[in-house]
């Protein structure tokens, strides 16, 4: 039974802006319904008494001093950019949000 | 789109009884970004102060600002707030040209603080607002639309991104739902922003200017039905940028929830802009859920665990916060509560203080930063502390005063000419010739003239209708075009008289 609906891969792919064939949305639910499944399988492994893991490493509080350091030049800043104008990133037209 | 009839503010009230929720964010003054070294000077042109972190480049990792947590935890002790022995940032993910990463670092069910309180003078009253909790994130980069008719983003053909902002640290705080506030909700954010920007200045994280977005602020709003328990749906009026916008855009959604509730009508939950011109608001976007941000814990940041012994240090290190001081200084200065707010409200209290540093009594420092200035800043469009005049200034012409050499309609001219730009107020006083008639000799020949030219007003002062003397006075005051002291005048009237005052 897919846990993952076709409704479910069509809503991420607009949050993600992407834009997905109708034989895609069926191709991913099954592929994300795998990924998600063989994942799930850790929650059976791991006991109650074992927390969520978000970082391996035992470290906190990595910090560094508010001391400014060099930036990019513009230039490198949009050196891979498709797209500038008036030394600014240019990007197509926002559409359906304010 | 549906224009609604706005119903009157008082019909809005009686029916309804309005909760808020303020979230607030505070624009850092440390000078790197949240997560990378960039500076955050103003005014850089585009695209100068950015790096492979701030843009998202693949492989480049973030580091946390130590200043940025240290400002946060402040903050969140001044706000009577627990400060988490341990938290995490989060991903929050959003497909959007602002942020180049894809994501804004935030936080998201582990705050750096949480479960507070700041109070807020309301009309002589103080009234609690409850702090949910103040977050560690981060600003994103602003957008330039264009082709679109004003600016904005419809009709936009294309827009342009400038990153320089993108990753300064922000403090978002969100108060709890607002409740019993009633007819005075509008006043009570407005007074509730006004608090907290007052302190974050006090604590010297950020200027909080909001007029440069350093301060920026979304109210939510809903009504409930008199009597009911249970919330209605919330609007949610984002940026809403001055003080006095809070207040507008409370009412404003107060009377236009009203009206729709009141046609049988649902509120949608969704986000509003507001318009300054006109203080309304129009429907934006249809609010995302939570889920659709798909936060997750930040995985290139290990967790922040503020010890105690920093926290307490911090709490130690805390200054005098605004409301406790303004308390004191009320005190001091001998002024009612609702005066003090007069002065808050005019953004007086450092200028009056400045002033009685300088020397000046304090009656006197507030009378003429709360009149004759106030009023001319008021005309002008200004702030009180963008008029060219210095409290070391005001405190001069208090002191000029004091010593008799000025009387109060000199000194009104000597703070103009010091605002006309003819120098400090000895300089205006020596130019402009403003001292007092002090000369016995001249002032009583003055005073002889006034009493042979008023013969019938004399005879009256002798007769014991010693009222009638201002008349005298006056004459005096005219003949030496303001310049005598008019106490002494009186006096001298009085005397010639054989009057006793």
Redesign the interface.
């Known amino acids: 039974m897919p846990g993952i609906t076709r409704e479910e891969v069509a809503h991420l792919a607009r ?3 992407l834009e997905l064939k109708a034989e895609e949305l069926d191709h991913f639910a099954g592929q994300l319904d795998d990924i998600i499944g063989a994942v799930a399988r850790v929650s059976e492994v791991a006991d109650q008494d074992v927390p969520p893991t ?2 391996p ?1 035992p ?11 060099p ?4 230039q490198q ?2 050196a ?1 950019a498709p797209a500038q ?10 559409l ?3 | 789109m549906t224009v609604t009839e706005l119903v009157s503010y008082e019909d809005a009230l009686a029916a309804y009884d309005p909760v808020m929720g303020l979230e607030v964010h505070v624009e850092l003054g ?3 970004k949240m997560f ?4 955050t000077a103003l005014g850089a ?8 972190t701030c ?1 998202g ?1 693949p492989g480049s990792l973030p ?7 240290e400002s946060a935890i402040k903050i969140g002790l001044a706000l009577n707030c627990e400060i988490a022995e ?1 938290c ?1 940032f989060a991903r929050k ?5 602002d942020m ?1 990463k894809n994501f804004q670092t935030s936080q998201y069910d582990e705050p750096i603080a949480f479960n507070g309180y700041l109070d807020v003078d309301v009309d002589g009253e103080v009234f609690r607002v409850e702090i949910e909790r103040a977050h560690m994130e981060e600003d994103t980069g602003k ?4 082709g679109g008719a004003t600016g ?3 009709g ?8 320089n902002r993108a990753g300064i640290p922000l403090i978002e705080i969100v108060t709890k739902p607002i409740v019993g506030a009633g007819a005075k909700a509008p006043e009570v954010a407005k007074a509730y922003v006004t608090e907290l920007r007052e302190l974050i200045k006090s604590l010297g994280v950020s200027d909080a200017r909001m007029e440069m977005g350093q301060m920026r602020c979304d109210v939510n709003l809903s009504l409930r039905p008199q009597g009911a328990d249970k919330f209605g749906t919330r609007s949610e009026t984002k940026n809403v940028n001055s003080l006095r916008s809070v207040e507008r855009a409370v009412r404003f959604e107060i009377q236009r929830h009203a009206a729709v509730l009141g046609d049988g009508g649902t509120i949608i939950q969704e986000t509003r ?1 507001f318009h300054e011109e006109d203080g309304s608001t129009t429907s ?2 249809v609010k995302e859920e939570a889920e ?1 941000y ?1 936060y ?2 930040e ?1 290139d ?6 010890a105690r012994t920093w926290v307490e240090e911090l709490r130690g290190g805390l200054p005098e916060l605004p409301r406790v001081r303004r308390n004191r200084l009320r005190e001091e200065w001998g002024l009612s509560r609702h005066e003090m707010q007069s002065v808050l409200n005019a953004g007086a209290i450092e200028l009056i203080t400045a002033t009685i540093d300088e020397g000046a009594p304090a009656d006197q420092a507030r009378k003429w930063w709360m009149g004759e200035l106030a009023r001319r800043a008021n005309e002008d469009g200004v702030e009180l502390t963008a008029l060219p005049i210095t409290p070391a200034q005001v405190a001069r012409v208090c002191a000029l005063v004091k010593e008799g050499s000025l009387n109060d309609k000199l000194a009104r001219q000597t703070i103009e000419g010091v605002l006309a730009g003819e120098g400090g107020p000895d300089e205006v006083v020596a130019a402009r010739g403003l001292k007092v008639v002090s000369d016995e000799g001249a002032l009583g020949t003055a005073v002889d003239e006034a009493i042979a030219a008023n013969a019938a007003i004399a005879d009256k002062i002798r007769g014991g209708k010693v009222a009638a003397a201002g008349a005298l006075v006056g004459a005096v005051m005219k003949a030496t075009r303001g310049q005598a002291d008019a106490a002494r005048v009186r006096e001298l009237i009085l005397e010639k008289l054989g009057v006793e005052g």
């Open positions: 949050l993600a802006r978000s970082h490493l470290l906190t509080n990595v910090m560094r001093t508010d001391e400014v350091r930036s990019l030049t513009p800043a949009l891979c104008e008036q030394q600014r990133f240019k990007v197509p037209q926002i359906g949000e304010e | 440390t000078k790197t990378c070294g960039c500076s042109e585009p695209n100068t102060q950015t790096c492979p843009l480049l580091v946390v600002n130590a200043t940025g947590v341990w995490r993910n959003y497909f959007y040209p180049p957008s330039t639309h264009v904005r983003i419809h936009a053909q294309h827009s342009l991104l400038d990153y802009h934006g976007r659709d798909r997750f814990p995985p940041l290990v967790p922040v665990a503020p």
